[in-house]
Every structure is written in C-alpha cells, then in structure tokens.
C-alpha cells in the first residue's frame, strides 16, 4: 500500500499588529500558538474559515526565525479568494497556519558564492526582508556571516513599501554587508521622490555591475510578479550568469491574453 499524505495540521495565528501602506498593500503580524521553525526565504500557507473549508494561500515570511511573531506582507487582489478576508482582519482575529513552512527560495550557502543580488516587486521584498533580518539579529549575537546582499525593489510608487523603506535604509545605512535599491516605476506620481526610477529588473545590471556582484561571484534571486522575473532572468543569462544561480519565487501566473 502506498504511503497516504499526511493530513494538513493548522496552528492558529492571531493578529497583533497591522499597517495598511496603502489601500491595497498592508504588514500583518500574528502571535502563533505553536513555535514553527523555517529557514529565511520560506514561505508560510495562511488560510481562513470559508464555510467548511479552509481556503489558503503561501505568504513568503518577512520575519526571522528569532522574532517571537509571525509578519506577512499582503497585496490585495480585490477579485481574489483569500486576500478580501485578510482586509477584514481586525487585531485579535485569527487565521489558520500551516504547521509546516516550506519554500526552496532561500539563502544559497551551498554554492560558494558570498554575493547575492536579491530584486523583487514590492511584496516581493518579503523574503529578502527575512534573510536581511536574520543576518543582522545573528550578527549581533556574534555569529560573522560572509554574505554581502544587494537588494532592489521595485514598486510603482515609494509609499508602497510602506515601513520597510526606512527599514532596509537604516540597515543599508549601518551594514556594509547591506546594500538596498528601491526604484519606482511612476516617479511622475510621485513627485517627492528622489531615489531611483524604473523597473526592478531595468536597474540590475547597472548596481550589480557597480558593486562588482558578477556571474563569477554572485547568486542571483528574483521574487514577486511573474513578468519581473522572466526579464530579469533574460538580462541574468545575457550576463552569463549560470542557470543553477539564478533563483527564483513567482507569486502568481499570468493570465493568458
Ligand atoms: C511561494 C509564494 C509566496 C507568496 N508570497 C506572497 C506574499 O508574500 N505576499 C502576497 O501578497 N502574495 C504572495 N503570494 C501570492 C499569494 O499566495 C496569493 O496568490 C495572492 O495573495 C492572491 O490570493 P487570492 O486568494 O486573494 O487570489 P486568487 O483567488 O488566488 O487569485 C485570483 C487571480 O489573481 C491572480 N493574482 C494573484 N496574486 C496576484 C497579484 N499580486 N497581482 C495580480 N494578480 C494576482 C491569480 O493569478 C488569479 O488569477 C505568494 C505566492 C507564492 C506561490
């Protein structure tokens, strides 16, 4: 007889915290009732009560394994079945949580490579976030890492990545392991801003190239919109980046024309 999969087991994770950046992009953070281990990058699968079903979707985590809550970085898909329900959250409400987190997008220790140029879309940042996090915690606890990161994000407009902004500035700002590129793509609609224009993918080359972060030294890593990371990955292979270091996390399928 063959091996029957193993039933999914939920913990309950109650929300204690949340920060809407826009109408459609928001931070949550759950307290767990079980301690749930995961590697930097993995994702967790969040699920609600819809009748008598639990309706799920992975969510990459943005916090470390050493902070004592669970963040998640949402974008509201308004014609979607799961996102709607983490918009009518209100603190103390709970969601059901995989008691497994998975995911293959993380960190690569395996190849030798201490350089790692990290581009997502807005809530694409999720993992880099993760790993960034964890690198710093751990360093503070005395563990010296010989990774440097270069992360872009790209977004339509600067305010979308809400708090995290100031996050991965302040850690750019203090860590020279740390290099953070945010780039918008309407910089007309957004008149404060001062920072880089355009996509994720059409400024990797240039920082990549500038930190000396190349195909004989670095992994490189893209995460979020499916569009991002197909021409990312084009510009990686045209820089002779070898497939097995060029990862990558797609949060969604385009649909088709
Ligand atoms: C490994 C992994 C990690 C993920 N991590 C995150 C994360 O950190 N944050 C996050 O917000 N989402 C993340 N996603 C996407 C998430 O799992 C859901 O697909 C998304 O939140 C939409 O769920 P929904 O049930 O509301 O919509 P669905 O009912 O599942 O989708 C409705 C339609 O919208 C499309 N769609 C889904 N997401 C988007 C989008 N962002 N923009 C445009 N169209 C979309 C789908 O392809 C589908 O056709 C991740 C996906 C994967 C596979």
Same mark, same amino acid.
């Given at each position: 007889?063959?091996?029957?999969?193993?039933? @999914?087991?939920?913990?309950?994770?109650?929300?204690?915290?949340?920060?809407?950046?826009?109408?459609?992009?928001?931070?949550?953070?759950? !307290?767990?009732?079980?301690?749930?281990?995961?590697?930097? &990058? /993995?994702? =967790?699968?969040? &699920?609600?009560?819809?009748?008598?079903?639990?309706?799920?979707?992975?969510?990459?985590?943005?916090?470390?394994? %050493?902070?004592?809550?669970?963040?998640?970085?949402?974008?509201?898909?308004?014609?979607?079945?799961?996102?709607?329900?983490?918009?009518?959250?209100?603190?103390?409400?709970?969601?059901?949580?995989?008691?497994?987190?998975?995911?293959?997008?993380?960190?690569?220790?395996?190849?030798?490579?201490?350089? %790692?140029?990290? =581009?997502?879309?807005?809530?694409?940042?999720?993992?880099?976030?993760?790993? @960034?996090?964890?690198?710093? *915690?751990? /360093?503070?606890?005395?563990?010296?890492?010989? %990774? /440097? *990161?270069?992360? *872009?994000?790209?977004?339509?407009?600067?305010?979308?990545?809400?708090?995290?902004?100031?996050?991965?500035?302040?850690? @750019? =700002?203090? #860590?020279?392991?740390?290099?953070?590129?945010?780039?918008?793509?309407?910089?007309?609609?957004?008149?404060?801003?001062?920072?880089?224009?355009? !996509?994720?993918?059409?400024?990797? !080359?240039?920082?990549?190239? +500038?930190?000396?972060?190349? %195909?004989?030294?670095?992994?490189?890593?893209?995460?979020? +919109?499916?569009?991002?990371? #197909?021409?990312?990955? @084009?510009?990686?292979?045209?820089?002779?980046?070898?497939?097995?270091?060029?990862?990558?996390?797609?949060?969604?399928?385009?649909?088709? #024309?």
């Amino acid at each position: 007889m063959g091996r029957r999969r193993s039933r @999914a087991q939920y913990c309950k994770g109650e929300l204690i915290e949340r920060e809407d950046f826009s109408e459609d992009l928001a931070a949550f953070k759950f !307290r767990v009732d079980k301690q749930l281990p995961f590697i930097p &990058g /993995q994702y =967790a699968t969040i &699920g609600f009560q819809v009748g008598e079903k639990i309706v799920q979707r992975p969510y990459s985590i943005v916090s470390s394994p %050493h902070e004592p809550f669970m963040e998640v970085f949402v974008e509201l898909v308004p014609e979607g079945a799961t996102t709607p329900l983490f918009w009518e959250l209100k603190l103390g409400d709970s969601v059901f949580i995989r008691d497994r987190l998975v995911g293959k997008f993380v960190l690569d220790t395996e190849s030798g490579m201490t350089r %790692h140029v990290m =581009a997502g879309t807005v809530t694409g940042a999720a993992p880099y976030i993760s790993i @960034a996090r964890t690198q710093k *915690i751990e /360093q503070e606890q005395g563990k010296a890492s010989p %990774h /440097q *990161i270069l992360t *872009i994000v790209g977004a339509s407009y600067s305010w979308e990545l809400g708090y995290y902004m100031d996050e991965l500035n302040e850690l @750019a =700002a203090q #860590e020279e392991w740390f290099t953070f590129v945010p780039t918008v793509s309407r910089p007309w609609g957004d008149p404060e801003w001062q920072g880089e224009s355009g !996509r994720a993918e059409d400024v990797i !080359r240039k920082y990549g190239d +500038h930190l000396g972060y190349d %195909h004989t030294n670095a992994v490189v890593y893209a995460c979020g +919109h499916p569009q991002m990371i #197909e021409n990312s990955k @084009a510009i990686w292979a045209r820089a002779r980046f070898p497939e097995e270091r060029i990862k990558e996390e797609k949060f969604f399928v385009m649909k088709e #024309e």
